[in-house]
């Protein structure tokens, strides 16, 4: 093909390219106003953007003049200034390095105000701590359901699992808590939590312990609590040890009776703090 | 009419004598040299449809209860920014096909950060006199990372609650500082309810600035020092072979420019991404399982799955599990990377002045080392889905961890040893080919009509 018909040729496909393009600016002008699907919206746009594109390119590739320009690398600046440079620095910094009292009050003038600057930096946040060392877990508090149901000691089967609030508080994310009821018989709690579980009824707190996910799902073959972020299991029959996944804490138990009533209350708050750990939590 | 322009330019603001050079600049024609463009593009197209969600966007935390058209949803409690957000979805026109953009310009973004970067590293274009624009363009990586992260959780649904849970907790992991860098930049213990709001700020205002600042800055400083270019014909370390500015680089890279935006059109228009209305509104007891974050940030996710269950103590102080993994490693991950410049200088001891790229087989230890980081990396991320891959492949999870445990050690070491053996060899090979051949000389016609020798390709 000699050279003026392919450019024609070339010409045309541009040509073509950009009146596709317009048709697809319509397109998406009238799907605008007559209300599409997405599908109709991103073709539209894609083929004025891209009947665009072929046709620009077209252009920049052949239907203009190729050049190959050499651009030379000049040094931009010679010793001389470079050593000018050097002094001037220099001797402007010499200048106010001479005083020499003055030029160190300077110094921590400016040390003292920033650091007073950083005051402004508290407003930011509140005080994290003693919201990392409770819940809204009281002494009596009674459990209840995300729908803000009170649990009665008939209300949950064997293997049963839901998660409860302090009443009150439903939604409170530092206060969820897993509350199981087992097989009667198979929980066998350590001494100083042998009232915390009464009729089969245990409850840890559902914040998991390596980087604060809710602990939801229940393997009741094994008795084992899942995290779903990271695989973290926690044994429900253990003081909910990790036995696997990169959590390294149990999950706070928190202590539970049943009132005469029959409703279940919580003893106290959780005795440790819940969820992931943090370099105040102590040792 | 042009002549006019130019003038009356040039009387105010003395233009006229750089744009006599600017029009004729030298851009080198190599493909690899359109990454960074493509990285450009797409942030144009993260500005023009993010100024399009900021005014429909609710950035508040205020619950209502959704009356909206998405059926499945009707009655439920939500944010604001949940609300606005299912609104853009559904009720505005083009408002989910833009949204849908957005975030498909956002997954492109980085990764054509990391494809030039890349590049900048397998060819060593970093070296004298370019580290100033290597750790510029790797904080670029850094910020687009974060406003990846905001912004993909502005919408207060599941999936990105949870991950916003987990980015608090590796927060409160760090030493000393943990609880208050949580708290200042949350509002408060996690979730506070000023949350979206913060995010919102720094996602609309103060991730972009700092990206355009450093934007201009990168560019400005690619401008000054000149493009490098591989060896070849003509090309030396004293100048910069190519097509000129005006017109056939800016009409191919505009080129270039509206092609990305065609694509992320089509993306957007065609592949679902982030429904957040399957995933739900965020609620701190509930979790969106599998949770898959977006791409970029599965390595760290997969850090913290990989990370040995192991708390240190100091003092009387905890130092969680979630340290080592989500602090320390993505730290040291990207402070080699800082200083990898620097580091290979005192390695090479070279600090000559190099504007002629390296191919990759030339230094093979280089070269490996950027495979090595790029397996280590590889399998971090991988890991980071390993629960679905557990369940596809019907494999227990705990040792699919140990697997990858074991990979993320071995595999950088293997694929160190492996790239430098075949660089070398291909080196060689290379060397060979090019002694076999008849030794010419080459001359190169200087554009004001002198000779110059050619400059031998460099195989030292
Ligand atoms: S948050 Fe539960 S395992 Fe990571």
Known sequence: MNAPSRFSWLQRIAALALLVSMLGSVGFAVGYATGVSAQFQGLALAIALGGLAVAVVIWGKFLVRQERVIDLREPTS?????????????????????????????GSAFAVFGIAALFTIRSLGQNPYPQLFRTKWTPGARLVRENGQPIHREDLVADEIVTVFPEGFVGAADSQTVLLRLAPGILQPASDRADWSPSDYVAYSKVCTHAGCPVGLYRSAEHQLLCPCHQSMFDVL???KPIAGPATRPLPQLPLRIAADGYLRAQSDFHEPIGPGFWERGA | MIRRFVLWLDDRLETASFASHAMRKAFPDHWSFMLGEISLYSFIALLATGIFLGFLFDASDAHLTYHGSYAPLVGANVSSAYDSTMRISFETQAGLVIRQMHHWSALLFVAAIVTHMARIFFTGAFRNPREINWIVGLTLLLLALGAGLTGYSLPDDLLSGTGLRITASVAMAIPVIGTWLESLFFGGPFPAPQMVERLFFTHVLLLPALIIGLISLHMAILWRQKHTQFPGSGRTELNVVGSPLWPNYALKSLGLGLAIFAVLAILGGFFQINPIWDYGPYSPSEVASPSQPDWYVGWLEGALRLGP?????????TIPASFVPGVLFPLLAFGVLYLWPFIERSITKDDRVHNLLDHPIEVPWRTASGVAIFALFLIVTLAGSDDVQARVIHVAIERLIVVYRVLGIALPIVAWLVTFQLCRELRARAIQREVGEPSVVEFIRSPNGGFEEKQPTDTA
Do not use: V
């Open chain 1, 78 to 106: 010679s010793s001389w200034e470079r050593n000018d440079a050097t002094h001037a620095l220099e001797a402007g910094t010499e200048q106010i390095g001479r005083r020499h009292l003055l030029s160190r009050l300077l």
């Open chain 1, 238 to 240: 253990d003081r909910a």
């Open chain 2, 309 to 317: 269950p192991i708390e240190f103590h100091l003092f009387g102080h």
